[in-house]
């Protein structure tokens, strides 16, 4: 049984270096914010070249395995694969710069560029998420 879990862990794991290996690009990246005071935003992403940047920072993120580090997860990003295979991850949005993989719990560190990036693809997502209080008193 415990073989079993770890192959299936294992496969779960290499999906992602597979999509990446066999050429498969992002068709689709669906971003969904909700917090605990009932505020809601998506923003859907079709555009490819900004679907391309999206993967390619997915991929550089993906060599930096982290420790979350008490970050607020209130963000799911859905990336669908030109095959149909959905990829969903967790994104910190109290300005921690983490994404976390659902289907392994492994959590990877975006560099600094990249989650700016993020933000500026899903601006509609980060407006909707309101303002930290350490941007606006600047501590």
Do not use: H
Not at 9 to 36: C, N, P, Q, R, S
Not at 100 to 112: A, P
Request: proline share 1%.
């Amino acid at each position: 049984m415990k073989r079993m879990i770890c192959a299936l862990l294992a496969a779960l794991l290499l999906l992602g270096a597979t999509a990446v290996a066999e050429g498969l690009k992002l068709t689709e990246a669906l971003m969904i914010y909700e917090d605990y005071d009932g505020n809601r935003e998506d923003q859907t992403v079709l555009d490819g070249e900004t679907l391309q940047e999206l993967q390619d920072m997915l991929v550089r993120a993906r060599k930096n395995e982290a420790q979350l580090e008490n970050c607020t997860m209130n963000c799911t990003l859905f990336c669908t694969m030109e095959n149909g295979v959905i990829y969903d991850f967790a994104v910190a949005t109290d300005g921690c710069p983490y994404i976390t993989d659902n289907s392994t719990n492994q959590t990877y560190r975006l560099s600094d560029e990249d989650d700016a990036r993020l933000w500026e693809i899903f601006d509609i997502v980060q407006e909707a998420m309101g303002y930290d209080a350490a941007w606006v008193l600047n501590w």
